[in-house]
């Protein structure tokens, strides 16, 4: 087991065959700041643990007071953590980011041979256009993710889709992810369909992992507590 944040040894607190790897913080108020270099510690951590056994990665940076506090996470939410970790046994998390024609060809473009729309169709398509901007999704985003998925039919056990509710940081253009939880015999088989994937379609794509299942962790996590003492880093 790698140490952990700010250097701190890493171990497991077990109960009722669940266990959650923790380390201490002696500075609570900004002992878990997420700066890069703690939050490279802390994958480093749940990489390790992702290794050997299924694991929930618990989000960076929740604080537990005591050791008692991390048994009582453990009892309450005991079933649904051996649920999830039942369905991670085994599994890997790859992701699938891609840029749809329609988002790189732009809007706004004038069209002279295209006769103007009356004012109640200009105001439907102008509403229409809003609210595919707040749900973060287009028809073609949508037809791009169902694509994906049928590319990859029979090859994972689950996939997200999260569509772009902006601009991404780098490429400065909406980008529409996919992440699916694929059994490691089936990742071979599984880049093999991207490549084909990505070689038919007209949208341009990416493939990044495998990596431990961030995005498959029960949304309960955000019930813990955020008080000092203790920060939980990993599951089983």
Not at 37 to 45: A, F, I, K, W
Not at 165 to 188: A, C, M, Q, W
Request: with cysteine; glycine share 8%.
């Amino acid at each position: 087991m790698p140490l952990g944040v700010d250097g701190q040894p890493v171990r497991l607190v077990e109960e009722g065959g669940l266990g959650a790897a923790v380390s201490r913080v002696s500075n609570p108020a900004d002992g878990v700041r997420p700066d890069t270099p703690r939050l490279l510690t802390y994958e480093r951590v749940v990489e390790a643990l992702h290794r050997g056994r299924a694991v929930l990665p618990v989000r960076y940076g929740c604080l537990l007071t005591d050791e008692s506090e991390v048994i009582e996470l453990l009892r309450r939410h005991r079933q649904a953590y051996r649920s999830a970790l039942r369905e991670l046994e085994g599994c890997e998390e790859l992701g699938v980011r891609i840029l749809a024609k329609d988002a790189e060809e732009g809007r706004g473009v004038s069209r002279p041979d295209v006769p103007a729309p009356s004012p109640g169709r200009a105001y439907l398509t102008a509403r229409r256009s809003h609210y595919e901007e707040r749900d973060g999704r287009s028809e073609g985003q949508v037809a791009a993710a169902e694509r994906c998925r049928a590319a990859f039919a029979g090859l994972f056990v689950k996939c997200k889709v999260e569509y772009p509710s902006g601009s991404h940081p780098v490429f400065l253009i909406p980008l529409l992810s996919l992440y699916f939880l694929v059994k490691r015999e089936n990742l071979d088989a599984f880049h093999r369909a991207f490549q084909a994937l990505s070689r038919g379609d007209a949208a341009r794509m990416l493939l990044s992992g495998p990596w431990p299942p961030y995005n498959f962790v029960p949304q309960d996590e955000d019930a813990l507590n955020e008080q000092p003492n203790k920060a939980t880093t990993g599951g089983r």
